[in-house]
């Protein structure tokens, strides 16, 4: 893990971020700044795009409600953003945003919502999901918000796949072997993981994922998890078998 600020203020700017430009704060980053931070003229904020890097902002109060954030120095690059694809069929509110933001933390690039015939929330609203990307984003020192896609249906998912990218699937009914193992004999390459409903996925959606020559079937152990605990624990033995932990 590089050095970084962990203690400044983090907020993200749909903007051009460039040395020298000043920036209107929206009414709730005001606000979160001016009366639950207390901060003043001149401190210090980090400001993300998503493009453009990390850069230290200062604060210029222009009414009492309102500032401009000052762009002053880009501390950090833009990464390249990862390329893990996260598929997951959409669970209800709460869980659902709590999915996100770890799948965010753990390193997805894309977040596919996906419905199954088990599914338990029928629709998905993105732009909650994005502004919940967004808040783990902040709150970690993630540079790059996720892309994050229109719900498909299964069937349409795998019909429209990307040639040479491995879908590692987690089947609840597999075998207890071990996923770390099965990972590891993965070639290199994209990679994307697939986390079902919590009612499992039919007969019919298991025949067809596994009949697949790109899916890779795994365990995620001998227990049952909940869909939100499977997601955290198959993005964690992924990244540490076959992912970006392998590197640091």
């Given at each position: 893990?590089?050095?970084?600020?962990?203690?400044?203020?983090?907020?993200?700017?749909?903007?051009?971020?460039?040395?020298g430009r000043?920036?209107?704060?929206?009414?709730?980053?005001?606000?979160?700044?001016l009366?639950?931070?207390r901060?003043?003229e001149?401190?210090g904020?980090l400001?993300?795009?998503g493009?453009?890097?990390?850069w230290?902002?200062?604060?210029?109060k222009?009414?009492?409600?309102?500032?401009d954030?000052?762009?002053e120095?880009?501390?950090r690059p833009?990464?390249?953003?990862p390329?893990?694809?996260?598929?997951f069929?959409?669970?209800?509110?709460?869980?659902l945003d709590?999915m996100?933001?770890?799948?965010v933390?753990?390193?997805?690039?894309?977040?596919q919502p996906?419905m199954?015939?088990?599914?338990?929330?029928?629709?998905v609203n993105?732009d909650r999901m994005?502004a919940?990307?967004i808040e783990?984003a902040?709150?970690?020192g993630?540079?790059?918000?996720?892309d994050?896609?229109?719900?498909?249906?299964?069937?349409?998912l795998?019909?429209?796949w990307e040639?040479?990218?491995a879908?590692i699937?987690?089947d609840?009914?597999?075998?207890?072997?071990?996923?770390?193992?099965t990972l590891?004999?993965?070639?290199?390459?994209?990679?994307?993981?697939?986390?079902?409903?919590?009612?499992?996925?039919?007969s019919?959606e298991?025949?067809r994922?596994?009949?697949?020559?790109f899916?890779?079937?795994?365990?995620l152990?001998?227990r049952?998890?909940?869909?939100d605990?499977?997601?955290?624990?198959?993005l964690a033995?992924?990244q540490a078998?076959?992912g970006?932990?392998?590197?640091?």
């Amino acid at each position: 893990m590089p050095d970084y600020d962990f203690k400044s203020p983090r907020l993200f700017l749909d903007e051009t971020l460039e040395e020298g430009r000043s920036i209107a704060a929206t009414p709730v980053q005001a606000n979160y700044l001016l009366n639950v931070l207390r901060l003043g003229e001149g401190a210090g904020v980090l400001a993300f795009n998503g493009r453009d890097g990390e850069w230290l902002c200062r604060i210029e109060k222009t009414a009492k409600k309102k500032l401009d954030l000052r762009l002053e120095a880009q501390l950090r690059p833009q990464p390249k953003a990862p390329d893990l694809l996260y598929c997951f069929a959409p669970l209800k509110h709460a869980r659902l945003d709590y999915m996100v933001q770890k799948a965010v933390e753990m390193g997805a690039g894309i977040l596919q919502p996906v419905m199954t015939q088990h599914v338990q929330a029928a629709r998905v609203n993105v732009d909650r999901m994005r502004a919940n990307a967004i808040e783990a984003a902040e709150q970690c020192g993630i540079l790059t918000v996720p892309d994050c896609r229109d719900p498909l249906r299964l069937s349409d998912l795998l019909d429209g796949w990307e040639e040479g990218r491995a879908l590692i699937f987690c089947d609840e009914k597999a075998d207890a072997e071990s996923p770390v193992e099965t990972l590891a004999k993965l070639a290199e390459g994209p990679k994307a993981l697939l986390i079902g409903p919590e009612g499992g996925f039919s007969s019919d959606e298991r025949e067809r994922l596994m009949a697949q020559d790109f899916s890779v079937t795994i365990s995620l152990g001998p227990r049952i998890l909940r869909a939100d605990t499977a997601a955290v624990a198959a993005l964690a033995v992924l990244q540490a078998a076959a992912g970006d932990w392998r590197s640091g």
